[in-house]
């Protein structure tokens, strides 16, 4: 059964079978308005808590996604490169 984690600066980390999937919710999503650019960290790449996961930018700005916990990338959603609105 997966477990979501929100942390203060609006964003969330599931955990399910051992590996963690992270995202922004969606009052960040608001907040932002429309993406349209996003920079995905590659697999493989080690994270420390704290360290910037992802960048996404907006007509507004734009803002870093921290890593909630330490970790590593094993796979990103290479579908948000070609089309942030995905988020």
């Known amino acids: 059964m997966a477990k979501t984690y929100f942390t203060e600066d609006h964003e969330w980390l599931r955990v399910e079978g051992g590996i963690a999937t992270i995202g922004i919710t ?7 308005g429309d993406l349209v650019f996003v920079e995905l960290p590659e697999p493989g790449k080690k994270l420390a808590k704290g360290d910037t996961a992802v960048v996404v930018e907006s007509v507004k700005a734009a803002s870093d996604v921290y890593a909630p916990v330490d970790g590593e990338i ?3 959603n290479t579908a948000l490169s070609s089309d942030p609105s995905l988020v």
């Open 74 to 76: 094993t796979e990103a």
């Open 26 to 32: 969606d009052y960040a999503q608001e907040q932002l």
